[in-house]
């Protein structure tokens, strides 16, 4: 009986964080205030607890996970690693196909690992309230999970037509317990300069944040949370990476390649981080692939550049590829990814060359997600289909050439509050869209000029 | 660190299931023909595959599970279990609640240890078609994908209203391959009949069964699958309950009762019957508690007596409780529990007094489920939500008389594709229903006379 799973004892599971910080040539780039000045660390202090902030600047390699979060941890980790059999086969490839399935979390993806812990966090440091954005819901879901389960209590600013045509995951939020918002509201100033301009706003993610934040630094017991991006956030993630070592050290195996969406970071940052620490250490140097859309191709067809975090441009600047924090997302499904910049982390190492990046199209990502599913049996995210598509592409390379390569991806979270997207797919109706040169070349006029 | 997670080893997942019928006091009652004479089992073959039918009369204990079965198994196998720490807490209960979890299946629920082996035994007998009906799609989804691990085609023949109203787990079945058609179609001669009478006809459970099994009849290279009620289902559905034993073991405890919802009896079988066999053989004997809605309370207040499977009477009849073939389910969101009979086994246990039952209202059902979210963090299925209550309302009983017992319940799949149920319920828009009992006092005379 072939063996697929591979299945971390509890008590393995990592103690600590890994910090790539400590691993870099070059020390992180820090971030700029408005006035294009490297900010201070207490700046940071209207919006995030300081016990965040320390984490979010420490260059220390290895973090304690406190007990109380991996009390909560334990409840859906280590996840299961799967040996891909039977998707091989399907495609008849010598390569042998692994990957790490964060989607068991009750939240239903990765984004719980640093929920948990920024839930903690802001308990410790004396926090009752936490709000945040969200998009399709995946973060705001988590936190309000989080939050439920440290006694603090959640508002989540909700892009409005996020809001009102997916509903599942606002109900969701509300299930356990977190407050939802349809953004721009009129409890902000943001909010309420937005709706007398326009009373029909749909609301952005940017609105969002700018909306999250305003109110975080209004009040002496609410703090602002973020998914992703953030440098504590990638930290989180590491869980994810730290787990799949030892299981691929459980079977006598180690990957060639990992491939990983590529969104704000924290996906890709949480497994192929702790691979990198083992080149950084002269050991094997397996290739570190992040998988972005062509329809938001910041790294591959960014700038490197200081630019905002959002699009009102209400946050610090920090050094990334970017595509413009005035990027209008085209419409695609895979939300997570639809971000105009990255984590600086992950781009100073592709600027560095430390990573790589590729591309690609939408319709490609469904087949190859509804591949996966015949084959495995789990439905894909559809964020996690841009891993699939890039790992099939690189198997039915080595059943070309004969290589036998050992390939690893992550799928993020499952795809069960995703189907309309699927639906579409099998429908014929989804489109690819390739993110035109020119707007990417027109964005670089309207970086913020005083970081340059 | 407290543990929360049991989780058996690979190794110890079990190689046979239990099956019940060599423990009962008294044999299986037998189906009866429509002419209300014993049918004899190759009668069935027209629907059925043989080795399906040889298990479905089988008075033997312990039935070998196939190795290609148990390599399918392993993806989602063992199932964790978990002690509800935070549920006993928020309770205040010195009782200690466990609980299984099968919703971890690709399909999302128990269901998919049934939809293997039968596609399985099917592709062993070389069928390369199943049909079968579908109301929710908890049933159709986990066939499609069995029936695409195992290369044979499956057509789900999914009530029409809920194919339009529900269109996820439509786009799950069809992801995996499944073929799913709204019921009544123009392809069968039951379809052609209702849609001649009324083309508007919105479908109905028993409808779709009626085609299921028409088109199964009709074709040498078709059978038909059923995805509860029957010996074998609920025989497949036993490793849950055998794994439970074990992780009981594992922590040195043993449950003193067992709560699992029940509508056909699938679940409920799975997860109690191994139990019962300890009792059989002279050990301790666990309160084994059967939840249904009050709205659908077929064990509690239904007749014992022969009935049909189906509404149009197709089927053979068997001895049960029922609240008459023609019962019109109310619109609960318990859609598995939506059924007006019960399997013959769980049937014969409970008039013989080997097991309990009790009937819980709907909204309620909904308050334990919310509140369980909050604590554990998983969202259960409508479904769960009657286990769910019926063990909260014992633990509140033990928090008033001190005791503490051991209480187990099934957590038989997540609510993912039910958060519409959670939304209406959040917004205070769920009522209950009792089925009332004149309407169940009528339903007597309906029976079929042949049988009598």
Known sequence: MKQTKILLPETEMPTQWYNVAADLNNPPAPPLGPDGKVMDPSAMSAIFADNIIEQEVSTQRWIDIPEAVREIYQQWRPTPMFRA???EEALGTPAKIYYKYEGISPAGSHKLNSAIPQAYYNKMAGITRLTTETGAGQWGSSLSLAGQMFGIDVRVYMVKVSFQQKPFRRSMMQTWGGEVLASPTDLTE??????????????SL???????VEEAASREDTKYSLGSVLNHVLLHQTIIGLEAKKQFAMVGDSPDMIFAPCGGGSNFGGVAFPFFADAAAGGKQARLVAVEPTSCPSLTKGHYAYDFGDTEG?????LQYTLGHDFMPPGIHAGGLRYHGASSLVSQMYHEKLIEAVAVPQVATFDAGVQFARAEGIIPAPESNHAIRACIDEALRCKESGEQKTLFF???????????SYD????????DYDYPQSEIDAALERLPKTAL
């Open 206 to 212: 940017g609105i969002a944040i700018s909306e999250a």
């Open 85 to 87: 059999h039977r998707l």
């Open 314 to 318: 209400h946050t610090p600047m920090t």
């Open 424 to 431: 579409k797919y099998l429908n014929k109706e989804l489109e």
């Open 410 to 420: 992550n799928l993020s979270g499952h795809g069960h509050f995703d189907m309309v």
């Open 190 to 203: 943001t909010g309420r300069k937005i709706l007398a301009q326009d009373p029909d706003n749909q609301g």
